[in-house]
């Protein structure tokens, strides 16, 4: 959903700049020019900060709790902000500063309250970050060594380990400060009323959208013949002794999970997978396989691997059916059908969804796209997904797309048929109509006063010594409360 919003009241900038920026996963440039652009341009802001001229190679810059911020941290941000294509032009040394100095006391706390991380998720993201840097055009490893003035690779994976590490506990502190936050109506309509009515947002123009989705049905035989191929690949381990990581590696159609040999961590307290995945997985002993049992996404076996109290290590590997060229042609030549027939008049978008359309989610509302943000079923068009957008752009109300050819993450094939239902052009905001979108913006900023106060509390709680050299920075919140104590 994207706002357009003049003169709002006020919101602390420090503390958007904290939420936008909060979870960084370590992330590297792709280039030794733009590794050079942004150091050049953060000495340059360094040098404006530093008093009476020094220059520091590297030093304390800052000690929020058990944490420290270094002057070199702020360099790294930079590199990292500029990589994802975030203009560094106009966020200051001392900008940045402040948003480090609040990540390190969310982490702070997070270990202060026992939020703990998987360590084996970390390090498996950091193995993914390294591969994609090496992937990257004029890559090297010796070049990440180098900027990172690393002597190894084990020296750099620890390095980006607590990296990663402390951003993800910052990012779960957050989450857990907001997580329950909610906004009564009558708050949601103190909200709105307390908007100018000069300044209330103006919401740009919305579509509706409906689809109908036929996908091409597996045959038995197809089924039968992965689950025969997914028991044979466990009586090779249990008999033979086979490596189930191999075998995940080499066969397991779960492109997400294969380079890591099939292996995920999953948490009895966090929903993550299917139910069917987690209930066979929480079912299971240690060096146990399961089964093959199935998903949406096709067929499993699961190997459990160590229980460690609410978390269990599996592998699993994953087949999907072949779809036979008869299925594939069956299934279009039936939305091509469905999609004569509502153009005849025969009958209308709405009901063929109900009886034709494959996909749950959608066919039971006439196959109207449901917006996941605002949970209605307008979709603003600035923030359609492109793909999406360029399948309905040239579309006239009610008018039908032509049959499309498409796939996600469970279906390799499918096809479907569009239409755009109704039509919102660019307004400003109104109560009654645009409820939902107001209760966001209301909720939003509930959720930042909340941040806020939190962090005021915390700074006054937690030891904080920030260097001379950065004194001079004006922040949002009381960094500096030791002047004044």
């Known amino acids: ?87 560094i032009k106009d966020i200051s040394r001392c900008q940045l500063f402040g948003k480090l100095l609040e990540d390190k006391l ?19 993201n950091i193995e993914q970050q390294i591969s994609a840097f090496l992937e990257e055009k004029g890559g090297s490893m010796a070049e990440l060594l180098e900027f990172y003035n690393k002597d190894s690779e084990q020296s750099l994976r620890e390095e980006m380990f607590e990296i990663n590490k402390n951003n993800k506990l910052a990012g779960d502190m957050q989450r857990k400060i907001v997580e329950d936050v909610e906004v009564t109506p009558e708050e949601v309509r103190e909200y709105y009323n307390s908007i100018p009515k000069d300044s209330l947002p103006i919401f740009g123009t919305e579509l509706k959208v409906a689809q109908i989705i036929v996908i091409p049905e597996v045959t038995e035989e197809a089924k039968q013949n992965v689950i025969e191929k997914l028991k044979e690949y466990k009586a090779d381990v249990i008999e033979n002794g086979a490596s189930f990581t191999t075998k995940a590696v080499f066969y397991s159609d779960d492109t997400a999970a294969r380079s890591k040999g099939g292996a995920y961590t999953l948490n009895r307290k966090r929903p993550q997978m299917v139910k069917e995945f987690r209930d066979v997985a929480f079912s299971l002993q240690e060096g146990e396989i399961s089964e093959p049992f199935e998903t949406d996404f096709g067929y499993h076996i699961i190997l459990l691997e160590k229980i460690r109290g609410q978390e269990y290590d599996i592998r699993h590997i994953l087949l999907r059916p072949e779809i036979t060229e008869a299925s594939i042609l069956e299934a279009k030549e039936e939305i091509t059908n469905v999609k004569e027939r509502i153009e005849s008049g025969d009958l209308t978008f709405s009901d063929a969804a109900r009886e034709f359309s494959d996909e749950k989610e959608t066919k039971f509302e006439g196959g109207q796209l449901i917006n996941p943000y605002t949970q209605d079923s307008s979709l603003e068009l600035t923030k359609m997904d492109p793909e999406l957008y360029g399948q309905i752009q040239d579309l006239k109300d009610g008018e039908i797309s032509l049959v499309l050819q498409d796939q996600d993450r469970v279906n390799p094939i499918k096809f479907k048929i569009l239409t755009v239902t109704d039509r919102i052009n660019e307004h400003v905001a109104d109560f009654a109509r645009d409820y939902l979108k107001i209760k966001a913006l209301a909720l939003q900023e509930k959720q930042f006063k909340a941040i806020e106060t939190w962090q ?29 104590e």
């Open 456 to 484: 005021e509390e915390k700074i006054f709680d937690t030891y904080v010594k920030i260097n001379a050299d950065y004194k001079g920075c004006e922040f949002k919140s009381n960094w500096l409360k030791t002047e004044k």
């Open 1 to 87: 959903m994207q706002l357009r919003i003049n003169n709002l009241k006020s919101i602390n900038k420090t503390m958007v700049l904290a939420l936008i920026f909060s979870v960084f996963a370590i992330h590297v440039t792709t280039s030794q020019e733009i590794i050079e652009d942004v150091v050049d341009t953060s000495k340059k802001q360094r040098d404006t900060t530093n008093t009476g001229g020094r220059k520091k190679v590297d030093g304390v810059a800052a000690v929020v709790g058990d944490f420290v911020v270094l002057d070199s941290d702020i360099d790294k941000e930079y590199i990292q902000l500029q990589a994802r294509g975030v203009s």
């Open 106 to 124: 969310y982490a702070h706390h997070a270990i202060q309250d026992s939020i703990t991380v998987n360590e084996l998720e970390i390090r498996s």
